[in-house]
């Protein structure tokens, strides 16, 4: 048998047994997207729930943040809230709010005049104890611009 012909047999089978075996696949699982949640939290011993609603209206910033821990593991909650505004290049803090309780829950709840034209974000931190061992979560609010 020639060379060519054992070539072609050979291509003929390796078509025919990729074609005859089956391929694995991966399927993702099916996700509820349907939830009023739109980010991801990783699960947290002291920190229960965190939120925050942040508006501009009327050059007032508008500022809320809560903080719930959970009932009878969090020993005290603190909840600070940076009003960056955008620079040149960076964003600066302009004020900084804060709340703590010892309890299970915290809440900063403000407003403060911003300059109309500019561009306006939160940098919020959550930090909740249960004794000395404490955790915290940082979020970052999406830009408004004044």
Known sequence: MSTKKRMVIAVLCLAGCLTA???PQAKATDVD???ASSSVM???EYISNINYEFKISNGKAMI???MNG???ITTKCKVTVELQEKGLLFW???KTFSAVEYRDFAQVDTTYSVI???SY???ITFTAWNGTDSETQTITSDTIKA
């Open 21 to 23: 075996l089956p391929i």
């Open 33 to 35: 997207v349907s939830s």
């Open 42 to 44: 990783p699960f947290m």
């Open 64 to 66: 809320m943040a809560r």
């Open 70 to 72: 959970y009932v009878a």
């Open 92 to 94: 600066n803090t302009v």
């Open 116 to 118: 109309s034209g500019k």
């Open 121 to 123: 974000r939160l940098n």
